[in-house]
């Protein structure tokens, strides 16, 4: 079987992540995979570019300016909407012909158009499309947060001046979306239950295959190794907690980074003789718009984009908190899990399918510092914690190692390539 899977970025973002491990996990389980990028970053033969280097810069820049038009010149939420009006009929190419399957992933900011999509539908091709966020499954927005809209119609679009209108740029695009799906079937996968459960609701997608399937992670590279030696590598404190923070941009208000801060005041507060050696160590861009908010010691690390050394960072902490508004099923969780290392996040998305509660870490109520405080407490104060760090590799051990996501995902492929074989 021959698996094309299409992402905009070979490495940057969550959703490049999650391909490319999906890939090996393939290659490494006897499936002939690989990608097709806008952004292709290195050498490898398993990983193809667009032919043209310049049409899809122009494809991002023609798509934004429309959006910034519509946004009335302002570049508030300039990147939250994605309209597909422009990208890259990928049919014709090599890659393309000779696979039995296209795996979409995220294709956003110039990859694909939705009429690209809609070629791609109509090819005779089976279809699997991986939502990493909702916008498949709305007219513009990668976050719904409370608007429920697309279980009926996009409209009034919150991200458009003013609330957006009875007939704006949401409604268009929805129903564009609406042509591109129409008499044709996808295979639409989510990450985590809770985004599945979010992805059948959606008017869009009324009729089509919503399968849950985790990502994968590499437990060869993401694994226990000793605190104390990862924390010489990487000139850390030997003694006191370390608490770890990890986004790509840490000052995004999503990722809810001011609710750790709260936390961490509260935690000096009522409990400062049991924190007086605590570091909060801060993987990503714009730490130091962060560090002077917190009364902890602080260490900005700055953005790694190698994975052995990620791996070290998370085997130097404590804990892991991610305190996040939205999340899918976040590779960071699964990450700090597969090195032994405790999470404490929010009871929002995917995470409370990742983090057992007082087994694996700690979910807190959704965006109460108090709680997030007390999650930190429990994890570094009160639980076992060689207890937590065992659960925490078993659970990722059964639940999203390569061959545990690769059979799964070839279970959809077959059911893609077969439509008889699906589930009812």
């Known amino acids: 079987m021959r698996v094309l899977i299409v992402n905009t970025s070979e490495r940057t973002g969550g959703a490049a992540v999650a391909a490319n491990r999906l890939m090996d996990a393939l290659n490494n389980h006897g499936v002939k995979a690989k ?6 970053e290195s050498d490898s033969l ?16 023609w798509e934004r300016l429309c959006i910034w038009l519509h946004l009335r010149l302002k570049r508030e939420h300039l990147f939250e909407i994605d309209i597909a009006n422009a990208g890259t009929d990928i049919t014709q190419l090599p890659e393309f012909q000779e696979a039995d399957v296209i795996h979409l992933h995220w294709v956003n900011q110039g990859m694909l158009s939705l009429k690209d999509i809609r070629k791609i539908l109509t090819s005779g091709k089976p279809v699997v499309w991986t939502m990493h966020d909702i916008w498949p499954a709305t007219a513009l927005c990668h976050l719904t947060l409370e608007c429920r809209k697309f279980e009926s119609q996009c409209s009034h679009c919150r991200l458009l001046p003013g609330g957006g209108c009875e007939n704006d740029l949401s409604v268009r695009v929805w129903q564009q979306k609406k042509n591109m799906l129409n008499g044709q079937r996808a295979t639409f996968v989510t990450c985590s239950e809770w985004l599945g459960e979010e992805a059948r609701k959606s008017a869009l997608l009324k009729g089509q295959e919503v399968r849950v399937v985790p990502n994968a992670i590499d437990m060869r590279v993401y694994r226990p190794t000793g605190k104390q030696e990862a924390r010489r590598a990487l000139n850390l404190p030997l003694e006191g907690h370390i608490i770890l923070f990890v986004s790509q941009r840490v000052n995004n208000p999503n990722k809810g980074m001011h609710y750790l801060v709260e936390a961490c005041q509260l935690l000096a507060h009522k409990h400062g003789d049991h924190f007086q050696n605590t570091v909060v160590t801060i993987l990503g861009g714009h730490a130091e718009e962060i560090a002077l908010q917190l009364p902890f010691q602080t260490c900005a690390l700055g953005y790694v984009n190698d994975e052995r050394r990620i791996a070290t960072v998370y085997n130097a902490a404590d804990v892991f908190v991610l305190p996040s508004l939205s999340e899918n ?4 969780i699964m990450e700090a899990m597969a090195c032994g290392v405790p999470c404490v996040g929010f009871r929002v998305g995917g995470i409370p399918e990742e983090i057992d509660h007082q087994e694996t870490g700690y979910v807190a109520d959704y965006c109460n510092s108090e709680d997030l405080a007390r999650g930190l407490y429990y994890v570094l104060e009160e639980a ?9 590799v078993h659970k990722v051990a059964q639940c999203y190692s390569q061959q545990s996501v690769a059979n799964r995902y070839m279970e959809v492929y077959q059911e893609a390539m077969h439509p008889k074989m699906q589930k009812r």
Do not use: I, Q
Not at 35 to 40: A, E, G
Not at 329 to 332: D, G
Not at 384 to 392: H, K, T, V
């Open 384 to 392: 076992d914690a060689e207890l937590l760090s065992r659960n925490c």
């Open 46 to 61: 398993t990983v193809s570019g667009l032919p043209s280097s310049w049409m899809p810069r122009w494809h991002f820049l």
């Open 35 to 40: 990608m097709l990028v806008r952004d292709k």
């Open 329 to 332: 099923l976040p590779n960071t």
